[in-house]
């Protein structure tokens, strides 16, 4: 008798998963989240609100204004303030981290603001300027996120340029169209940043069919309705070291789904903005081998340095 009344107390025990049946079940569940977001998204249309507009615009106002004191009361470097960012950057990895509240929460709106480094070894500063503002090359750098880019006007410190931007992280393919303007400030020979935000977008519905077409300026599904960067690049210690901060704005997110929607968002937002310092980097390599293969009139031969390089760029400069 004791014996079943103490079986009948005992919890329920949950029999043990092995590993591939936790990885079905967590492929299930984000599989599952995925398509909620998707439903939430794409239920019907969102419009951009003035109140949303309102706030994206203090908020870049407040980030540009931090950027006017780099010369004069912050460290230059986002680096700099902290000496295991420079080890890590100095072994080879790429340092990421949130900026502030993350993401922040506007009227009707979200601003995700994430910060970049890595440390280009044996790179100059000059080089590393010429690949980034080589514009009309962006859709092979930085395939397959950009799939088309034109250069629209181009003088020694202003720039204008178009992408259209192509992700199929969060939701079936989704393309915006947009267009940049990007202004650079050289402070001394070895510091030099830049600001670059949109200054009109269009997302692109049905993407790769054949009735594709821009939506209304400010409709769409919001998953992009604005964006901003702020670039700084310092040559010291034998190489070049570049940061990236991107702010994005995007339509906020139901609020019974906040819970399984934003770890995926996050994820999403962090791993675009590493591949992004990535490829730079991959991009300057290839640039290097071609002017050494135009220089020498034959095709370019790897160093071992070179071929350590190549190796840190494949594998996300990471040890």
């Known amino acids: 008798m004791r014996q079943k009344i103490a079986n009948q107390q005992r919890p329920y025990a949950f029999p043990a998963l092995s590993k591939p049946e936790r990885r079905r079940f967590m492929g299930a569940f984000l599989a599952a989240a995925l398509l909620i977001l998707a439903a939430s998204l794409t239920a019907k249309g969102a419009k951009l609100s003035p109140d949303t507009l309102k706030a994206w615009d203090t908020y870049i106002q407040k980030q540009n204004a931090r950027v006017a004191e780099y010369s004069s009361v912050t460290p230059f470097l986002w680096s700099d ?66 799939v088309e880019s034109q250069v629209v006007l181009k ?19 989704f393309a915006l169209d947009a267009e940049f303007q990007g202004s650079f400030r050289r402070i001394d020979e070895s510091k030099c940043y830049s600001i670059s935000y949109t200054t009109r977008g269009h997302e692109v519905e049905k993407y790769g069919l054949a009735d594709e077409h821009e939506a209304p300026a400010n409709t769409g599904r919001g998953l992009i309705w604005r964006l901003h960067s702020i670039s700084r690049f310092e040559q010291r210690n034998g190489g070049v070291y570049v940061e990236l901060e991107t702010a994005a704005l995007s339509r906020d997110v139901p609020g019974a789904l906040r819970w399984l929607i934003d770890p995926i968002v996050r994820r999403t937002a962090r791993s675009s903005i590493q591949v992004l310092l990535q490829k730079t ?26 071929s350590l390089s190549t190796a840190r760029v494949k594998n996300g400069f990471m040890r």
């Open 281 to 306: 980097g991959g991009a300057l390599f290839e640039s290097r081998l071609a002017a050494r293969s135009k220089n020498y009139g034959k095709p370019a031969k790897s160093t071992v340095s070179d």
């Open 155 to 173: 003088t020694p410190i202003k720039d204008t340029f178009s992408l259209r931007l192509l992700n199929t992280a969060v939701v079936a393919k």
């Open 81 to 146: 303030q902290s000496p295991d960012r420079l080890r890590r950057l100095h072994k080879g990895e790429t340092v990421i981290a949130s900026f502030g509240e993350n993401p922040h929460r506007v009227p009707h709106g979200l601003i995700h603001h994430w910060i970049d480094a890595v440390f280009l070894p044996g790179a100059r500063l000059d080089d590393v300027l010429s690949v980034v503002r080589d514009y009309g090359k962006y859709e092979d750098f930085y395939a397959p996120y950009v």
